[in-house]
């Protein structure tokens, strides 16, 4: 009992079964036995232990309100010998609140930040897999044979394409078959950004880097992709400085932020698309050749669909069952073959 403020201990169902003098008193109860059978929220306001319970997961520092004075408090559930849960006791520890509460602070903050990390990481996981890409084709099993290859590998992959094929799909599928799928997946689009911005969203800026910058200095997408995998869509738009700084990052795997002078290693794999002619837009002086052969290590060309057209049905049926919510519906002989007279300029999308 000297060892802190006050402790008490719940049931299953989050009643008192014991607390300590000091802590009765701390809440306004002359004797223990008061509180004994008591749900704990009704003797201990703010009282977190019935979550505890519920839980089975500690609560190791928090600050809890009381009448006098705030309190650490360490929350711990209790299991019997075949591991169930059978209550939870709550230690409030020692008053030094003035030396532990610049560390309980700083503790619920890295807390914070980690939730924060886990939830940013959960929202940057691929979202497709190669069951996504529909097709039978000899054309679309190759392309499935070449991405697996790819993703297998730490090699920079190439997807050529027209609009629509997929190339944004087979990027994450590359990503989630591979042994970075635990990390994020980041994606820039070199078309959708303006190019004053392209370099910051990028490599990311110094803290005060120019007028508008945020004062704490903002992460690009090559410090969120650290670990993981960074697809650049149309990557033939890129700006021609900007590509030059791309091929540092791949040649050297280091770069630095927009206003630092500070070196950052870089730890990403690299997946790029476009559909652009990567070759004429290096004739014409509109792409470098040393990046390109840089990316080009494994390049996957995606068929538009006028030339896989053997993989409409397959289309039609999951693109059916995707709007109708499991309902029966299916395309006869007469509307697959109109279908298939299409030129299809979007392809899937």
Same mark, same amino acid.
């Given at each position: 009992?000297?060892?802190?403020?006050?402790?008490?201990?719940?049931?299953?169902?989050?009643?008192?079964?014991?607390?300590?003098?000091?802590?009765?008193?701390?809440?306004?109860?002359?004797?223990?036995?008061?509180?004994?059978?008591?749900?704990?929220?009704?003797?201990?306001?703010?009282?977190?232990?019935?979550?505890?319970?519920?839980?089975?997961?500690?609560?190791?520092?928090?600050?809890?309100?009381?009448?006098?004075?705030? /309190?650490?408090?360490?929350?711990?559930?209790?299991?019997?010998?075949?591991?169930?849960?059978?209550?939870?006791?709550?230690?409030?520890?020692?008053?030094?609140?003035?030396?532990?509460?610049?560390?309980?602070?700083?503790?619920?903050?890295?807390?914070?930040?980690?939730?924060?990390?886990?939830?940013?990481?959960?929202?940057?996981?691929?979202?497709?897999?190669?069951?996504?890409?529909?097709?039978?084709?000899?054309?679309?099993?190759?392309?499935?044979?070449?991405?697996?290859?790819?993703?297998?590998?730490?090699?920079?992959?190439?997807?050529?394409?027209?609009?629509?094929?997929?190339?944004?799909?087979?990027?994450?599928?590359?990503?989630?078959?591979?042994?970075?799928?635990?990390?994020?997946?980041?994606?820039?689009?070199?078309?959708?950004?303006?190019?004053?911005?392209?370099?910051?969203?990028?490599?990311?800026?110094?803290?005060?880097?120019?007028?508008?910058?945020?004062?704490?200095?903002?992460?690009?997408?090559?410090?969120?992709?650290?670990?993981?995998?960074?697809?650049?869509?149309?990557?033939?738009?890129?700006?021609?400085?900007?590509?030059?700084?791309? /091929?540092?990052?791949?040649?050297?795997?280091?770069?630095?932020?927009?206003?630092?002078?500070?070196?950052?290693?870089?730890?990403?794999?690299?997946?790029?698309?476009?559909?652009?002619?990567?070759?004429?837009?290096?004739?014409?002086?509109?792409?470098?050749?040393?990046?390109?052969?840089?990316?080009?290590?494994?390049?996957?060309?995606?068929?538009?669909?006028?030339?896989?057209?053997?993989?409409?049905?397959?289309?039609?049926?999951?693109?059916?069952?995707?709007?109708?919510?499991?309902? /029966?519906?299916?395309?006869?002989?007469?509307?697959?073959?109109?279908?298939?007279?299409?030129?299809?300029?979007?392809?899937?999308?």
């Amino acid at each position: 009992e000297g060892s802190s403020e006050g402790t008490v201990i719940v049931d299953r169902e989050a009643r008192i079964v014991w607390i300590n003098q000091r802590y009765a008193q701390r809440f306004g109860l002359a004797d223990p036995a008061q509180a004994i059978g008591r749900p704990c929220e009704s003797v201990i306001p703010g009282s977190l232990l019935r979550e505890v319970v519920g839980s089975g997961k500690p609560i190791l520092l928090d600050m809890m309100d009381s009448a006098k004075d705030p /309190l650490v408090v360490m929350r711990l559930p209790i299991h019997d010998d075949a591991g169930e849960v059978i209550g939870a006791i709550g230690f409030a520890l020692l008053d030094e609140l003035r030396s532990l509460s610049p560390l309980v602070t700083r503790y619920l903050s890295m807390q914070r930040e980690l939730a924060s990390t886990r939830s940013q990481l959960q929202a940057r996981q691929a979202k497709y897999s190669f069951s996504h890409f529909v097709g039978t084709s000899p054309a679309s099993l190759e392309v499935k044979r070449r991405a697996r290859r790819g993703a297998a590998s730490e090699a920079p992959v190439l997807l050529l394409g027209e609009t629509g094929t997929g190339k944004e799909l087979l990027a994450h599928a590359i990503h989630s078959a591979s042994p970075r799928a635990h990390k994020a997946f980041v994606s820039v689009n070199a078309a959708a950004i303006p190019e004053s911005l392209l370099e910051a969203e990028f490599f990311g800026t110094a803290p005060g880097a120019f007028t508008g910058a945020e004062r704490k200095g903002r992460p690009g997408k090559l410090q969120v992709a650290q670990g993981g995998t960074l697809f650049l869509d149309e990557i033939g738009d890129m700006p021609l400085a900007l590509q030059g700084k791309l /091929l540092r990052v791949l040649q050297e795997k280091e770069f630095e932020a927009v206003g630092s002078n500070e070196v950052i290693r870089s730890d990403i794999r690299l997946v790029a698309a476009t559909s652009i002619d990567l070759q004429q837009a290096m004739r014409e002086g509109r792409f470098r050749a040393d990046l390109y052969y840089r990316l080009n290590v494994l390049p996957i060309e995606i068929p538009p669909l006028r030339q896989r057209l053997d993989d409409l049905p397959a289309l039609c049926e999951s693109i059916l069952d995707s709007l109708d919510h499991g309902r /029966l519906h299916e395309l006869g002989g007469d509307a697959l073959a109109l279908l298939a007279r299409h030129a299809w300029p979007g392809n899937v999308r």
